[in-house]
């Protein structure tokens, strides 16, 4: 296995597991990938997702030496096969999906972890756009992602350059959300992942889906998917649940209905 999965309390959590080769990603770990998301997806105990890596790296993108063997996926399978279908789950799973960025994060490792909801680092953790630096162009969403973090002209110099971000540049810059200390990244960004598994998650889940529909949508739009998605989360159990809280001046208790 070259991932690990389990269950903690609410939270589906993942760890790519290849340390030696800083977790660089090879079939078997795509199509485990894949399937550990889609348990996340389908599972009702699932309310959010964890993902870090094992060892000194979060992901170091494709393994190379997967890529280069003549008997290997090839290129256009690799792309179509392996990283379209995990950044397709990361941003249809209607549950927060946390990267807890370990150390360093390169080519599809970083766009991996762009494509989560909320991206957490190790102070000593960065993320390097590596593609350039072999002829490849950014894959796995970075092109997509990147410019609306941290804009279009950053994103320019930062794909065709692939200079390595600190994850304290990576903070300023808005490419992801905070930084911990490393000794105390697994358990901040844990406690995260925990905390947003207790809350109303189908009102987050719905929050995700307007979220990615402002992608493409004007304002006109934006507003009706925001009045649909509302009445939705009008109708949960959460949502009553949340007020009558408020309410009762009492801590709400959400079951995720
Ligand atoms: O087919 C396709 O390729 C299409 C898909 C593309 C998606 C992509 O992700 S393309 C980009 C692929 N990734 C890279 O180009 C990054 C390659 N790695 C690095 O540049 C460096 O390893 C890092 C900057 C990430 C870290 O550097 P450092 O000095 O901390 O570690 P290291 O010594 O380079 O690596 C440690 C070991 O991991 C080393 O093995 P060894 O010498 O101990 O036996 C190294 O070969 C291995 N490793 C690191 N990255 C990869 C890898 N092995 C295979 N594939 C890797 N990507």
């Given at each position: 296995m070259h991932i690990n999965f389990e269950i903690k309390g609410n939270t589906g959590c993942i760890t790519l597991n290849r340390p030696d080769v800083l977790n660089s990603i090879n079939r078997q770990m795509a199509m485990e990938l894949q399937d550990a998301l889609d348990k996340c997806k389908e599972?009702?105990?699932?309310r959010a997702v964890y993902l870090t890596g094992a060892g000194r790296a979060f992901c170091a993108g494709q393994d190379l030496a997967e890529a280069i063997d003549?008997?290997?996926?090839g290129l256009n399978n690799i792309v179509r096969d392996h990283y379209n279908p995990i950044i397709k789950r990361i941003r249809q799973i209607e549950k927060p999906v946390v990267a807890a960025v370990n150390g360093v994060a390169a080519g599809a490792g970083a766009n991996i972890a762009l494509a989560c909801d909320i991206v957490v680092a190790a102070s000593s953790a960065s993320f390097i756009q590596a593609f350039s630096k072999i002829g490849l162009v950014p894959d796995s969403g970075g092109t997509f992602f990147l410019p609306k973090l941290v804009g279009f002209q950053r994103a320019s110099a930062l794909c065709m350059l692939g200079d390595k971000v600190s994850a304290e540049e990576a903070v300023m810059m808005g490419m992801i959300y905070r930084m911990f200390p490393d000794d105390k990244l697994e358990e901040e960004s844990l406690a995260l992942a925990m905390k947003l598994s207790q809350m109303p998650t189908k009102g987050l889940g719905y929050t995700k889906r307007a979220l990615n529909a402002s992608l493409f949508n004007n304002l006109d739009d934006q507003l009706d998917v925001e009045e649909e998605l509302q009445t939705a989360a009008g109708n949960t159990d959460d949502y009553k649940e949340g007020v009558n809280a408020f309410l009762e001046k009492r801590k709400a208790l959400f079951t995720g209905m």
């Open positions: 599972s009702q105990e699932i003549a008997h290997g996926p």
